[in-house]
């Protein structure tokens, strides 16, 4: 092999390589506009719209899906962004979506969520609760649990209560 044909391979390995880690990444095609309209409907913030975009099944279709792909994909989301909202704390949350066929006006079709959050769950106060009678004292608080500083900081008055945190 000639040092021109080496280096053509080698370019080709290269390019092939920054193409995989673009689309992995989703700066490449995937995260060109979505071949559905989709939108969020009393998720206020940026945070939660944020937290539930890139769980969504339906942004992920492309333009040819039928109406039952895309109903099937929006029911998945739903249950995909009640498990996110009840994990960062919003209990009582729900979710419910509406779709549309394309017009002549949007030549796609659209999935309408609707979330209704309710109230975000907060720590009041934390208790431990040992189950056994031990001749030593025993750590009342998680400072003196020697829990990890972030974990630490996630248990005080005032967090918000998410499901992955509510044991240790």
């Known amino acids: 092999m000639g040092s021109s044909q080496l280096f053509r391979s080698r370019a080709a390995a290269l390019a092939g390589v920054l193409l995989a880690l673009v689309w992995a990444t989703g700066a490449g095609p995937a995260c060109a506009a979505p071949a559905i309209t ?80 309710g109230p975000l769950y907060r720590i009041d106060a934390n208790a431990f609760r040992y189950l056994d009678e031990a001749a030593k004292p025993r750590p009342v608080s998680p400072e003196e649990l020697g829990l990890d500083e972030d974990l630490v900081k996630l248990l005080k008055r005032g967090s918000a209560v998410a499901s992955d945190r509510t044991a240790i």
């Open 38 to 117: 989709f939108a969020f409907e009393g998720a206020e913030g940026d945070d939660l719209k944020g937290l539930l975009r890139p769980l969504s099944r339906v942004r992920t279709l492309d333009k040819d899906a039928t109406e039952r792909e895309i109903r099937r994909a929006a029911s998945a989301d739903v249950k995909q962004f009640r498990n996110a909202l009840r994990a960062a704390g919003y209990f009582q949350a729900d979710v419910s979506y509406e779709t549309a066929a394309a017009t002549e006006e949007d030549d796609k079709p659209s999935v309408s969520y609707q979330v209704t959050t």
